[in-house]
């Protein structure tokens, strides 16, 4: 049980939380800080079901890697306490129950869930052949912003793309902290991540993705006529983005995950400044 609870990585709640939050910033944008509690309940089991399934499949498309890398040689599928087979049941039966989740909502919504499945397996894959696997990573991690507006509206506002567009660049950024972890590995394993394709520009390219978020937030908040009180709360933001940059910089797996993992109080921010509107 202690394998399937790591395969899961429920030992690691922060990581869920930054891929939830883009989610809620959909959700109580879209409904006016008013969501039913049947779509609240319905998003948030949504969001941690597919971010586990996501991660049991990326466990089992890197099983060939995941040894090699000192971060996750002790992963379960990459000791063996886990067979492949077994964890594919897993995977799938989390799917099954995220579709159930998604058979409660309209149909346009049912059919844009699987979009977010397709995104969800393959963006593993990505790092194989593709430079910027992380660009990936942002589109399958925070498609759940275009399903609350569909689920709520029935239709994909701009300012909905806005929100999205907002959550892949903030995805590129902090991923790309993380992914320096496992640079040296990655090198050797010949796979690609936007550690190693922005070289020696890492910080103004992150620095560039987090701005790019920020600007895309600036015009989500003009067209929703939101007050101060967000534009407050994108300056600490950006103060928090320094104090991750300090933290990365030091170098080290710990550090580069810590940044990483900072960012939640990013996530919750933003929430806030949504509620307050």
Known sequence: MKAYFYLMRFHRPLPILI???PTLWGLFSVTHGLPPLKLIVIFILGAITMRTAGCVFNDIADRNFDGAVERTAMRPIATGLISVKRASFLGLFLLIFAFVLVLQLNFLTILLS????ALALTYPLFKRFFALPQLALG?????GIIMTYTAVQNSIP???WLLYFASIFWTIAYDTMYAFADKT???ALNLKSSAITFGKHNLMA???AQLLMLICLSLFSYFNDFNILFYLALVIVMILFFYQHQTWHKGGIHNCIKAFSDNHWVGMIIFIAILIQ
Do not use: S
């Open 206 to 208: 992150v620095i560039l």
């Open 19 to 21: 891929i939830l939050y």
């Open 139 to 143: 589109f399958a991690f925070n498609f």
């Open 158 to 160: 701009p300012t909905a």
């Open 114 to 117: 699987f979009v977010a499945v």
């Open 185 to 187: 590995y990655d090198l």
